[in-house]
T-cell receptor, first 115, second 109 residues
Framework: ETGVTQTPRHLVMGMTNKKSLKCEQHLGHNAMYWYKQSAKKPLELMFVYNFKEQTENNSVPSRFSPECPNSSHLFLHLHTLQPEDSALYLCASSQVPRKLDYGYTFGSGTRLTVV | RKEVEQDPGPFNVPEGATVAFNCTYS??????FFWYRQDCRKEPKLLMSVYSSGNEDGRFTAQLNRASQYISLLIRDSKLSDSATYLC??????????FGTGTSLTVIP
């Protein structure tokens, strides 16, 4: 059982819909991330939150809107998506700073299909 | 230019074989290195960190060559359960991690 929980596991939405992805971490970490994984491409970092503050936004279109109400919860609000946005969306958390580098813990992801 | 490059494979090896994957990274200021494993339709999971002196965890050995900017993963005595995609991950300064596209391994009975 992962310490990072994502819901829903699967989502099919139309291009005019609004939906939200939810992520919750139970590890006491202070940093959370959204990644996008498309077929044949490396994981793409979308957003980074340290201590609830957004520290990075990697040129993500405004149809993706993150929200981090506290250090344990992270949302990704979606609206007017395009079919090319269909992908696996992964949430991750980590502890920063850290003496020994343990990398990320990932959630199981939301597989999104835009129709 | 990709930050992290891996041979996508696929690597198809018989049970019991030894297989090695390499990965190269572009930024010489990279600080931390990892191998992650990702099973089909699942999330990536940390397999092992990679240290400058090299490190071993059971049948898995990771090596780092900073001069040549590459990382390797050696799997000995391959098991069917080792079939997965192996992701090379590099961290620069801060929290930015860069992922390779992954190397696909299938262990054949």
């Amino acid at each position: 059982e992962t310490g990072v929980t994502q819901t829903p596991r699967h989502l099919v939405m139309g291009m005019t819909n609004k939906k939200s992805l939810k992520c919750e971490q139970h590890l006491g970490h202070n940093a959370m991330y959204w990644y996008k994984q498309s077929a044949k491409k490396p994981l793409e970092l979308m957003f980074v939150y340290n201590f609830k503050e957004q520290t990075e936004n990697n040129s993500v279109p405004s149809r993706f809107s993150p929200e981090c109400p506290n250090s344990s919860h992270l949302f990704l609000h979606l609206h007017t998506l395009q079919p090319e946005d269909s992908a696996l969306y992964l949430c991750a958390s980590s502890q920063v700073p850290r003496k020994l580098d343990y990398g990320y813990t990932f959630g199981s992801g939301t597989r999104l299909t835009v129709v | 230019r990709k930050e992290v490059e891996q041979d996508p494979g696929p690597f198809n090896v018989p049970e019991g074989a030894t297989v090695a994957f390499n990965c190269t990274y572009s930024n010489s200021a990279s600080q931390s290195f990892f191998w992650y494993r990702q099973d089909c339709r699942k999330e990536p999971k940390l397999l092992m960190s990679v240290y400058s002196s090299g490190n071993e965890d059971g049948r898995f050995t990771a090596q780092l060559n900073r001069a040549s900017q590459y990382i390797s993963l050696l799997i000995r005595d391959s098991k069917l359960s080792d079939s997965a995609t192996y992701l090379c991950v590099v961290r620069y300064t801060g929290n930015q991690f860069y992922f390779g596209t992954g190397t696909s391994l299938t262990v054949i009975p």
